[in-house]
């Protein structure tokens, strides 16, 4: 199974994530595309480290929200979704041209994924704006939600993303950040369940029952303490699952 991390998070002065460290071990990248974290230096430094280790590039396009880290909702209509996302993918693409090589993905970012994850609209909006930039594109998101199934219904090819540092809802969405037990901090306990999603595609909800879950790839968050030690391992058990 795909390991994927969302990278190129920085911004001016301000430092986030392990990105050298962190990129040999994953196998695709959602760069920030400087709406919700990244800047041009950062966008254009990151593209040529993924180049470097012959890892997928993805735009990680988010709401124009640095202070909050697109981690906020916003309001928008239909065609002010697309039109943002189609800004981003194309900014990031042309840091991909000038370093010879291309995108791959599109994962959205924060509270945009989320809504579009539940909300048909704003699923359309990406999608559409995906494939009219590059139908070839991969469209990234949520296991079974309205963001890949809107992403088919354009006809894109799609990525079903679950994810190790997140606790999932009974109804196979994340559990919003704003509640405490949105985010695994334990390396055990996200190792279990992403072998759990191996195994059997299923993963154990946060009141305590198993829902069935598609996989195609793993996030992890390049923001988080953890995150370094969570790729090593990861990639071990990815490994090891895929030699059985």
Excluded: W
Excluded at 219 to 241: F, G, I, M, Q
Aim: net charge negative.
């Amino acid at each position: 199974m795909e390991l994927n991390c969302d990278l190129g998070e920085s911004f001016g002065n301000f430092q986030s994530g392990n990105d050298q460290a962190i990129i040999p071990y994953v196998d695709a990248v959602n760069i920030a595309c400087g709406f919700h974290a990244g800047d041009v230096s950062t966008m254009q430094a990151t593209v040529k480290l993924a180049k470097k280790h012959h890892v997928h590039i993805g735009a990680h396009p988010g709401f124009p929200d640095l202070q909050g880290f697109g981690r906020r909702k916003m309001e928008l209509n239909e065609s002010e979704v697309y039109g943002i996302v189609l800004y981003q993918i194309g900014a990031l693409a042309a840091f991909a041209r000038a370093e010879d090589t291309k995108i791959h993905h599109v994962k959205p970012h924060g509270a945009l994924y989320n809504m579009a994850c539940q909300n048909q609209s704003i699923a359309h909006a990406i999608a559409r704006a995906v494939y009219d930039y590059n139908p070839d594109l991969i469209l990234y998101g949520l296991a079974n939600s309205l963001l890949t199934k809107a992403g088919e219904d354009v006809g894109l090819h799609v990525a079903h993303e679950v994810f190790a540092d997140r606790t999932y809802q009974p109804d196979g969405t994340l559990t919003p950040r704003s509640e405490e037990n949105a985010v695994i901090d334990n390396i055990e306990t996200s190792l279990a369940q992403v072998e759990l999603i191996m195994k059997e595609q299923c993963v154990i909800t946060t009141g305590g029952n198993k829902i069935n879950i598609k996989a195609d790839t793993i996030c992890v968050h390049s923001d988080t303490p953890e995150a370094l030690e969570y790729v090593r391992r990861l990639k071990v058990l990815s490994e090891r699952n895929r030699e059985k």
